[in-house]
């Protein structure tokens, strides 16, 4: 039985953070056992994992905590971890932690967002990936990025999307503002490069000619004056009457069930998982170009894809659907039927188990860099 121990900062409700949940539940059990650890904090995600998921947070209260790094080491040590894969910024004390005497195989994943609209220190990073085995990315920029900037060997980075799960059908209904028919869901956490003022101004678009058009907004605060800025916005004028916050729900699947149109305005993406849960829930959908969009996608084929920032295109390819019904349920079929085939847990996870086997069959001194 291989030890596999999964950490991250916390378990939060973003993207990153699910992935981290749903990897430890849908390891196969006859090969792995799955553990938890969090760096930082526990995390509201936390009653998501199974039962036999071990759970461990090693309460870090700084950048570089010696004292963190050392419960990380003999958590290791005292549970056989075989294989730590470790998950965003948790590279850095997963790093300090192999220092610290013999520790298990290490695979970093990549999932930053934001790299089209913010810059990462590369030498820093380059330098905690040499403790690695290698490098999993959510997206081909990201993949290239470890290649150019990390100088890790291409045989050593794989590009590995994102993989939903078909909704379990226990959430209840849940009762939504607008009209069935004109409901638009935008799933996104409240940061810069999520773009939720472009997806306003198209909004004014799309409300001067389908006045009964609402727009759902899900996701947590990240950045409070982000926040602050696009509430302002969407309180004000027209915009008042329709567009709602629900805040951060676990229920997600159960309002995608009840909404017509998902949208994504972003500037800037990995691979977002809100996009595939769109299509798993047979929405038709509307997002930018950011990230690996267009692949998800298939370059509009499944779904309308239209340039990042561009208000006016996006309110145009939401009237498009709206004022549609079977262009709607054809773009939703199609789309279903693409996360069923390319982002499902049986398309994904076959290609991870791979990438694990590869890391653990490395010599004992083997690294990203090697």
Same mark, same amino acid.
């Given at each position: 039985?291989?030890?596999?121990?999964?950490?991250?900062?916390?378990?939060?409700?973003?993207?990153? =953070?699910?992935?981290?949940?749903?990897?430890?539940?849908?390891?196969?059990?006859?090969?792995?056992?799955?553990?938890?650890?969090?760096?930082?904090?526990?995390?509201?995600? &936390?009653?998501?994992?199974?039962?036999?998921?071990?759970?461990?947070?090693?309460?870090?209260?700084?950048?570089?905590?010696?004292?963190?790094?050392?419960?990380?080491?003999?958590?290791?040590?005292?549970?056989?971890?075989?294989?730590?894969? $470790?998950?965003?910024?948790?590279?850095?004390?997963?790093?300090?932690?192999?220092? /610290?005497?013999?520790?298990? !195989? #290490?695979?970093?994943?990549?999932?930053?967002?934001?790299?089209?609209? @913010?810059?990462?220190?590369?030498?820093?990073?380059?330098? &905690? $990936?040499?403790?690695?085995?290698?490098? #999993?990315?959510?997206?081909?920029?990201?993949?290239?990025?470890?290649?150019?900037?990390?100088?890790?060997?291409?045989?050593?980075?794989?590009?590995?999307?994102?993989?939903?799960? =078909?909704?379990?059908?226990?959430?209840?209904? $849940?009762?939504?503002?607008?009209?069935?028919?004109?409901?638009?869901?935008?799933?996104?956490?409240?940061?810069?490069?999520?773009?939720?003022?472009?997806?306003?101004?198209?909004?004014?678009?799309?409300? !001067?000619?389908?006045? @009964?058009?609402?727009? #759902?907004?899900?996701?947590?605060?990240?950045?409070?004056?982000?926040? &602050?800025?696009?509430?302002?916005?969407?309180?004000?004028?027209?915009?008042?009457?329709? +567009?709602?916050?629900?805040?951060?729900?676990?229920?997600?699947?159960?309002?995608?069930?009840?909404?017509?149109? %998902?949208?994504?305005?972003?500037?800037?993406?990995?691979?977002?998982?809100?996009?595939? =849960?769109?299509? /798993?829930?047979?929405?038709?959908?509307?997002?930018?170009?950011?990230?690996?969009?267009? @692949?998800?996608?298939?370059?509009?084929?499944?779904?309308?894809?239209?340039?990042? %920032?561009?208000?006016?295109?996006?309110?145009?390819?939401?009237?498009? +659907?709206? @004022?549609?019904?079977?262009?709607?349920?054809?773009?939703?079929?199609?789309?279903?039927?693409?996360?069923?085939?390319?982002?499902?847990? =049986?398309?994904?996870?076959?290609?991870?188990?791979? #990438?694990?086997?590869? $890391?653990?069959?490395?010599?004992?001194?083997?690294?990203?860099?090697?």
């Amino acid at each position: 039985m291989i030890h596999v121990l999964q950490v991250c900062e916390a378990l939060d409700l973003g993207g990153l =953070e699910r992935m981290v949940v749903n990897i430890a539940n849908r390891l196969p059990r006859d090969r792995f056992r799955s553990h938890v650890c969090t760096t930082r904090a526990v995390g509201p995600l &936390a009653p998501a994992l199974s039962d036999d998921v071990k759970l461990t947070s090693l309460g870090r209260t700084s950048r570089v905590d010696i004292s963190a790094a050392r419960r990380l080491v003999d958590y290791v040590r005292d549970h056989n971890v075989q294989l730590v894969h $470790v998950h965003g910024t948790s590279l850095f004390l997963v790093a300090l932690a192999s220092l /610290m005497g013999p520790f298990p !195989r #290490i695979i970093w994943h990549d999932h930053f967002g934001r790299y089209a609209v @913010e810059a990462r220190p590369a030498a820093l990073y380059a330098t &905690a $990936v040499q403790r690695a085995g290698g490098v #999993i990315s959510v997206n081909a920029q990201l993949a290239d990025w470890a290649k150019t900037s990390l100088h890790v060997p291409a045989h050593r980075v794989w590009y590995l999307p994102n993989f939903v799960l =078909e909704p379990d059908g226990t959430d209840a209904a $849940v009762d939504l503002p607008g009209r069935p028919g004109l409901r638009i869901v935008c799933v996104a956490n409240f940061r810069v490069q999520k773009d939720h003022g472009t997806l306003l101004r198209a909004m004014r678009r799309v409300l !001067r000619r389908v006045p @009964e058009a609402h727009l #759902i907004l899900l996701g947590y605060v990240d950045n409070v004056d982000y926040h &602050a800025e696009i509430q302002r916005e969407m309180t004000s004028g027209m915009l008042a009457n329709h +567009v709602t916050w629900l805040g951060s729900r676990n229920d997600v699947p159960a309002i995608l069930h009840g909404c017509d149109v %998902g949208v994504l305005s972003s500037a800037s993406e990995g691979l977002p998982l809100a996009l595939l =849960e769109y299509g /798993m829930a047979g929405l038709a959908t509307v997002t930018t170009d950011a990230g690996q969009c267009p @692949e998800v996608v298939e370059n509009g084929r499944v779904a309308l894809m239209v340039p990042r %920032g561009d208000a006016d295109k996006l309110g145009d390819a939401l009237l498009l +659907v709206l @004022e549609s019904p079977s262009r709607r349920a054809q773009l939703g079929t199609a789309f279903r039927q693409r996360v069923l085939d390319a982002y499902s847990i =049986e398309a994904v996870r076959a290609r991870l188990l791979k #990438i694990y086997d590869t $890391v653990l069959s490395l010599g004992p001194s083997a690294s990203a860099g090697d």
